[in-house]
């Protein structure tokens, strides 16, 4: 990234950071946000050219950080550690309609994963599955569907 993508990312950074006056309440939002806010300036660096490529890092920037944000201040690690977890048991030896649950009682927090379809694509020897996942963070449920493919490994990657 060039020193002006830099700055225009640095600055569209301090910008946000203005606007965020919790953040050091919550170190885990802070750093999603600093995190995210890199992330999405190296992505917006690849995007257009001269003027285009500058708007590109700043917006890529912006996004980055409030996603990141956002993350850092619903989950903590041991809540992703167990979504993934249960998601990776769930997709391996759950069969179709079998939900499998998480919770952590430190945070509050919890979800549950049930794989709704399992399928395989031309050309793969491994199984793929689409899912249906809750997560509940702070009383708000939130519903995610995807998709993920096993991996020669064993774990699931998901894909949607």
Known sequence: ?????????LGALSMLAACQTTMEDNPKETLGTILGAAAGAVIGSNMGKGKGNTVGVALG???????GSSIGRSMDELD???????????LENKPVGETSSWSNPDSGNYGSVTPTKTYYEPARTEPCREYSSTVTIDGQLETISGTACRRPDGTWRTVD
């Open 1 to 9: 990234m060039s020193m002006s993508k830099f700055a225009c990312a």
């Open 61 to 67: 920037t912006l996004a980055g950080a409030w996603l």
């Open 80 to 90: 992703k550690m167990k979504m993934e977890r249960t998601t990776q048991e769930a």
